[in-house]
């Protein structure tokens, strides 16, 4: 099984399809994908995502999500297989957010959540879960790639996130004994096209192991406690505010994203 991970990290598994895995026929497992080439129109977007986040339209910031089959106005698809999420100023009073801390709807923004979700388990010990992306790192600005419990919360795993500046933040949440496991990195030019990656493989009974890549460079290794057999969603959103700082900006702010892949091993 230490032959089997380290050859996965060392491949990159993305592209490999139904690939045996070295060993003996009663312990190979196959390598398959689960999402990819996903953005290449509205028909592959809707059959692989959902619109706005698993629980809604409102989050830990103050941007509201408006996005939907007919509504394009926040999430919407370039040429060449490219998603842009785009958050707008508001004028109006909207209230206030209905996630805490609740915070006054500031902007509209979009979101959308992979409809596989992404469960270690003894039948998928090891997951790839990557995409690259333009982020917006301005003060306000809140970006982010991520895997959160679809039943409970946590687990957590954020592959890409900024918070108003120019650093991402790698973070598991490490739920056995409370807290954050956090890498944070300085990005040069996030507004460029960068690759952001996690490696997810089943360490044990209960725990996993989470491998972060920046632009296809291992950057660090944490330990998510209590991670197997909890199904996560996968979220690609823009938030605002919140973390991000304030105030944000008063014009658009876009964030796009090409060559989102998820795969598996099937034991």
Known sequence: MTHTRRTFLAAGCGGLLSTAIAGSPANAAAWETVIDGSFASYSTLESAWNYRYPWGSDHNGSARMYASATDHNHVYLESNGVLVVKATRITWDEGTSSADPHLPIRYHSGAIHARQHVTVSDQFPNWEVKGEFQAPSARGTWPAFWLTGANSWPPESDILEYKGDARNWFNTYRNASGGWSNTIVNVSNPGAWHGYRAWITKANATDVDIHYYLD?????????ANFVGKPMWIIINLQMEGSSGS???????YYRARNVYVGRTRA
Do not use: E, K, L, M
Request: hydrophobic fraction near 20%; proline fraction near 12%; avoid cysteine.
């Open 247 to 253: 105030p944000g900006p008063t014009s658009a702010t």
């Open 216 to 224: 296809g460079n291992w950057v660090g290794q944490h330990r998510g």
